[in-house]
T-cell receptor, first 114, second 115 residues
């Protein structure tokens, strides 16, 4: 059983399109995250939800909108895709948003915008 | 604000040897946590080891140990008895206590284990 799963694994789309990435965790964790890893492997937090409440909202274009329908799911919707959005997007979860809790990552979604 | 610096973009190590991956950090938080993650070529991020800033002893997890030197603000990862499967990117991250407890990752070190 996969602890943190993401769909799709690969996403190829054209500029201007809208797309969604879905994430589910079966660990019973309270907190979920979205990260972006660029082509140089730099990993940066985008959003975090704790018990369906947004707790981290980094400086990302408002074309990116997260949505958490319940504790186990955190989706990422991207409007009007741009070339610069091409990256690997990781979902992660942790038991608690506080200090010392490791995060469990999904397999990543490689988004390519053409 | 927190900052993580990994100065070694790439490292090589002979199989069965030990290797140290460097990580230095900067933070104004009195309490913080340091993490190491491994990212193999398959892409997933795997948690390796955690060190709390007030932990008296260096963390160890199997072949992984964290050489924590608080005064020097360093948290180096030591991998003993390297295996071919250790070839991967390794990321150091810091988590502060002020604000949102978010992770700040370093730029990573690519480790290649040679047979």
């Amino acid at each position: 059983d996969t602890a943190v799963s993401q769909t799709p694994k690969y996403l190829v789309t054209q500029m201007g399109n809208d797309k969604s990435i879905k994430c589910e965790q079966n660990l019973g964790h309270d907190t979920m995250y979205w990260y972006k890893q660029d082509s140089k492997k730099f990993l940066k937090i985008m959003f975090s939800y704790n018990n369906k409440e947004l707790i981290i909202n980094e400086t990302v274009p408002n074309r990116f909108s997260p949505k958490s329908p319940d504790k186990a799911h955190l989706n990422l919707h991207i409007n009007s895709l741009e070339l610069g959005d091409s990256a690997v997007y990781f979902c992660a979860s942790s038991q608690d948003p506080g200090q010392g809790y490791e995060q469990y990552f999904g397999p990543g979604t490689r988004l390519t915008v053409t | 604000a927190q900052k993580i610096t990994q100065t070694q973009p790439g490292m090589f190590v002979q199989e069965k040897e030990a290797v140290t991956l460097d990580c230095t950090y900067d933070t104004s938080d009195p309490s913080y946590g340091l993490f190491w993650y491994k990212q193999p070529s398959s892409g997933e991020m795997i948690f390796l080891i955690y060190q709390g800033s007030y932990d008296q002893q260096n963390a160890t997890e199997g072949r992984y140990s964290l050489n924590f030197q608080k005064a020097r603000k360093s948290a180096n990862l030591v991998i003993s008895a390297s295996q071919l499967g250790d070839s991967a990117m390794y990321f150091c991250a810091i988590q502060g206590t002020s604000g949102t407890y978010k992770y700040i990752f370093g730029t990573g070190t690519r480790l290649k284990v040679l047979a």
